[in-house]
């Protein structure tokens, strides 16, 4: 059995996180990038979304995470019941969640189905891997919106496709490793791909953010849908 090693130090994060709906209940936010979704075992990792909010919301817990380099849309409740009422959406899958991106290249189809399982790689840890063996079910739909080439300081063009991002299951790093899969890992990327391909190693983050949030409410039963634009 492989000892999982961590020796991630996030740097800090002065962005803030900006409060998009509050009621007695529940919390929606939008997590900058570069901020933990919850404080890491090393010490050096205090900071987080649930660090910072338990400052003003005592007592509330996060439902779902978000990938320290990703931004965009979470929900966080402010009670243990509510959190198990929204828990029970997130594993029966009817909460709807969509991603914005820069893929790496142009993409040839405009739009498809990544359908393929992830399991730990505990030997590469953090990373996650394809497995057809061990993984789990994941699915991924992805819709092209534009290709267009952005320009480089040498005057070269880098390639970008930004897409829709529609993960039907949540595994870990699975909108990552699934772009990885298609041969056009997200832009900013730096375990799966997306620094590699000349003029992305100075990219400033994960181009990837989750823009929309759909999901009922556990007590008062309306239909939440939360959008927030992508930053890049």
Known sequence: ??????????????????????????????????????????????????????????????????????????????????????????????????????????????????????????????LMSISTANGKPARSRYRVLSRFCQEQENGSALPLTRVHLLPETGRTHQLRIHCQLLGHPILGCNLYGGLLLPGTERTPRLMLHASELRFVHPVTLEHINAHCASPF
Request: with cysteine; glycine share 6%; proline share 6%.
């Open 1 to 126: 059995m492989s000892t999982i090693l961590d020796t991630f130090i996030a740097p800090p994060c002065d962005k803030q996180i900006e409060i998009r709906y509050q009621d007695e209940y529940l919390v929606i936010i939008n997590k900058p990038s570069g901020l933990l979704s919850l404080s890491g075992k090393n010490p050096l990792n205090f900071d987080s979304v649930h660090y910072r909010l338990t400052q003003r919301f005592p007592g509330c817990t996060l439902v779902h995470r978000l990938d320290f380099g990703t931004s965009g849309l979470m929900v966080v409740a402010r009670n243990k019941a509510i959190n198990a009422a929204l828990s029970q959406q997130f594993s029966q899958r009817t909460v709807s969640k969509a991603y914005s991106a820069l893929l790496c290249g142009h993409l040839s189809h405009d739009e498809g189905l990544i359908d393929a399982p992830i399991a730990k790689d505990p030997a590469r840890f953090p």
